[in-house]
């Protein structure tokens, strides 16, 4: 449901739970074990994408469900499920995480990453790294390992190579479009271009049509996990490179506690979008706090307050983006954008893959 103004945002909510995007309808049933994905939201509208491209981020949508069941079928734990999956994203050139990343306005790519338990409230998260190739893993470290829940550039990899995780070369994270694409923010902004990296593939052409499109579908890139192990356990994931041509070191809400991820008893949410408005409006951890505090079954529940932080609370302040969310097992997904890389499975089901407003 994707509504224009406040007013729309009341009587979408009158109307009826039963209109709404809900990622499950069964919310008197709390399965085994569960996992919803989001790849970023954006201007993302029918027609925009050759068929081609649509059908291998359905794909990517649906291994990344698939994996995640497979591995918790097998009794593999929430944290490893999200991990291993994040991981997948962070390798995939598609999605704005790890390889694949946005540039900054200085032609590096700055990753940032974050993981938070819901059993004790553990929680892991780091920001503005560029040589790390699994960003999640070092989130992971830094909560499992350090006595910090965040930490940051030169430090944080300086950390990443102390507990002996995997780093990689600038020229691993390159992608010609993702280049392209800064360069053309840039030059609209009337700022400098950096010059090519070294040890990078010589320039190819790009389509126009196609980078339009990524800049307005990848506005608000990111890459997010939430799952239910057969203990009942909820962890939630989030990685990502940031925006296009960011400047001055900025730092969004995917490695934020509580605005891009949050995870708590049996709630756990994924953030994408505006960063800066999600940070404001806590938006991760408002939404398990305001759906803990309802009487609904899980489904209703959690739709609910995912719908009046994102529909209502984000919309209002002209905030855009969205978030996957498990609630008690049950897959939830809410944004206010034309579409979200999305997709979900739970136990007992077949996958659900979405990426358009009006599909369900």
């Known amino acids: 449901m994707f509504f224009h103004s406040v007013a729309g945002i009341v009587i979408g909510l009158a109307a009826g739970l039963g209109q709404m995007e809900m990622a499950s309808a069964d919310g008197d049933r709390e399965p085994a074990w569960s996992i919803v994905v989001h790849g970023g939201a954006g201007v993302i509208e029918r027609g925009d994408m050759d068929e081609a491209t649509e059908t291998a981020y359905r794909e990517a949508l649906e291994a990344a469900v698939t994996r995640g069941g497979t591995l918790l079928r097998e009794g593999r734990s929430a944290q490893e499920v999200v991990e291993l999956v994040i991981r997948d994203f962070e390798d995939d050139p598609k999605f704005n995480s ?78 010609e479009r993702r280049w392209q694409s800064m ?90 979008g505006t960063g800066e408005y999600f940070i404001r409006l806590a938006v991760a951890a408002r939404i398990c706090t305001n759906a803990r505090d309802g009487v609904l079954d899980a489904a209703q529940a959690g739709q609910l307050a995912a719908d009046r932080v994102i529909q209502a609370d984000l919309t209002a302040l002209g905030g855009d983006g969205g978030i996957v969310m498990l609630y008690r097992g049950v897959p939830v997904w809410s944004f206010n954008t034309p579409g979200m890389y999305r997709a979900s499975l739970v136990e007992g089901e077949e996958p659900r893959v979405a990426i358009y407003a009006d599909e369900g």
């Open 98 to 175: 790890g390889r694949g990343a946005v540039f900054t306005a200085q032609g590096t790519n700055e990753l940032d990453a974050s993981i938070m338990r819901g059993s004790d409230l553990a929680a892991g998260a780091v920001a503005g790294v560029r040589e790390v190739r699994h960003p999640i893993s070092l989130a992971i470290a830094v909560m499992e390992d350090s006595p910090h829940v965040m930490l940051s550039g030169e430090g944080a990899e300086a950390f990443a190579l102390e507990q002996g995780l995997e780093v990689a070369p600038p020229s691993h994270f390159f992608t």
């Open 183 to 272: 360069e053309r923010a840039l030059r609209n902004q009337g700022l400098p271009v950096p010059a090519r990296p070294e040890g990078v593939p010589a320039p190819e052409p790009i389509e126009e049509g196609a980078l339009d499109l990524m800049e307005r579908e990848h506005a608000f890139g990111t890459v997010g996990v939430v799952v239910k192990d057969r203990n009942g356990d909820t962890v939630a994931g989030t990685s990502t490179g940031g925006t296009t041509a960011k400047r001055w070191g900025r730092i969004g809400d995917s490695p934020v506690i509580g605005a891009g991820t949050y995870a708590i008893g049996d709630c756990g949410v994924s953030a994408t």
